[in-house]
């Protein structure tokens, strides 16, 4: 069954420095989704992304964060200047289309530890 | 936007019994769907079940089933003949027209052998 991969599965960074998060969607999908959840929280949704472009962003994903699919296979999530509060997982997800019978496929998660 | 209430944070079951969670959600839209993922300790986002807010007829996935009744905006994940791969974190989730989720808070699940 296709998956969604994300790499690295864990990632350990000092505050104040940029990560990139990555992830490579299941390969006729269209549609492509960040989200995070903090530690003993509930999963918050971060962006979308359709044909290049930010569809949709929650008040999470200000100015520090920017989405890219650089290479029509990959998806980035980039932190600039993480911060302790970053620390959490980051999920990404793919869909086929626009149509939401199936939901989303999610990949496995990175876990982002700031210290 | 759409809330999504979860009001068991734990819930434990004895191996082979029935266990029920509950969820209840908030919204003004007619048209949406709603989900049930299980998160193992590994953290990974697994789909459990699936029902579409115009069938009025509950999803039933081999032992997950659910109660979804619309007019009260309660969707409960029931679980019968529970296993010791059950236990997990459980999330209902809510997905707008937008394609945009809502997940609760979760409800930790314990399987008791």
């Known amino acids: 069954e296709p998956e969604v991969t994300q790499t690295p599965s864990h990632q350990v960074t000092q505050m104040g420095q940029e990560v990139i998060l990555r992830c490579v969607p299941i390969s006729n999908h269209l549609y492509f989704y960040w989200y995070r959840q903090i530690l003993g929280q509930k999963v918050e949704f971060l962006v979308s992304?359709?044909?290049?472009?930010?569809?949709?962003k929650s008040e999470i994903f200000d100015d520090q964060f920017s989405v890219e699919r650089p290479d029509g296979s990959n998806f980035t999530l980039k932190i600039r200047s993480t911060k302790l509060e970053d620390s959490a997982m980051y999920f990404c997800?793919?869909?086929?289309?626009?149509?939401?019978?199936?939901?989303?496929?999610f990949g496995s998660g990175t876990r982002l530890t700031v210290v | 936007a759409q809330t999504v209430t979860q009001s068991q944070p734990e819930m434990s079951v004895q191996e082979a019994e029935t266990v029920t969670l509950s969820c209840t959600y908030d919204t003004s839209e007619s048209d949406y769907y709603l989900f049930w993922y299980k998160q193992p300790p590994s953290r990974q986002m697994i789909l459990v079940i699936r029902?579409?807010?115009?069938?009025?007829q509950n999803a039933t996935e081999n032992r997950f089933s659910v109660n979804f009744q619309k007019a009260a905006k309660s969707f409960s994940l029931k679980i019968s003949d529970s296993q010791l791969g059950d236990a997990a974190m459980y999330f209902c989730?809510?997905?707008?027209?937008?394609?945009?989720?809502?997940f609760g808070t979760g409800t930790s699940l314990t399987v008791i052998p």
């Open positions: 989730a809510y997905l707008d027209t937008g394609n945009q989720f809502y």
């Open positions: 997800a793919s869909k086929r289309d626009r149509g939401f019978m199936y939901g989303y496929t």
């Open positions: 992304f359709y044909n290049n472009e930010i569809s949709e």
């Open positions: 029902q579409e807010a115009y069938k009025q």
